[in-house]
């Protein structure tokens, strides 16, 4: 088992920029493959970004690719999201997730995610 802690995240204007974590405690952080969610008021909770457990691989959703981008410290048992030019539309609560599938893969569905980080909240201002 895994425990997710979250840190980061606030209120910033839109074209400024953010980092959010994850620390990781509990079994191997590198068994895991990670991703990060989010989920605006009234709506689904939607994939954002994810990476594999070796880190070679990273994926990202539309909406946010070549502003975001996501990484993991293996060593640190940490994984980050970098979130650059900001928009009022990626106002949301931000979630991260492990994986344990058995694979070195990046998984888009939160269905695929055993455990999931407290949420921190995002908010851009126009």
């Known amino acids: 088992q895994v425990q997710l802690v979250q840190s980061g995240g606030g209120l910033v204007q839109a074209g400024e920029s953010l980092r959010l974590s994850c620390a990781a405690s509990?079994?191997?952080?590198?068994?895991?493959?990670m991703g990060w969610f989010r989920q605006a008021p009234g709506k689904e909770r939607d994939f954002v970004a994810g990476?594999?457990?070796?880190?070679?691989?990273?994926y990202y959703s539309d909406s946010v690719k070549g502003r975001f981008t996501i990484s993991r410290d293996n060593a640190k048992s940490t994984a980050y999201l970098q979130m650059n030019s900001l928009k009022p539309e990626d106002t949301a609560v931000y979630y991260c997730?492990?994986?344990?599938?058995?694979?070195?893969?990046?998984?888009?569905?939160?269905?695929?995610?055993?455990?999931w980080g407290q949420g921190t909240q995002v908010t851009v201002s126009s």
């Open positions: 509990g079994r191997t952080f590198s068994s895991y493959a």
């Open positions: 997730a492990a994986s344990n599938r058995n694979s070195d893969m990046i998984y888009t569905r939160a269905s695929n995610y055993n455990y």
């Open positions: 990476v594999s457990r070796s880190a070679a691989y990273t």
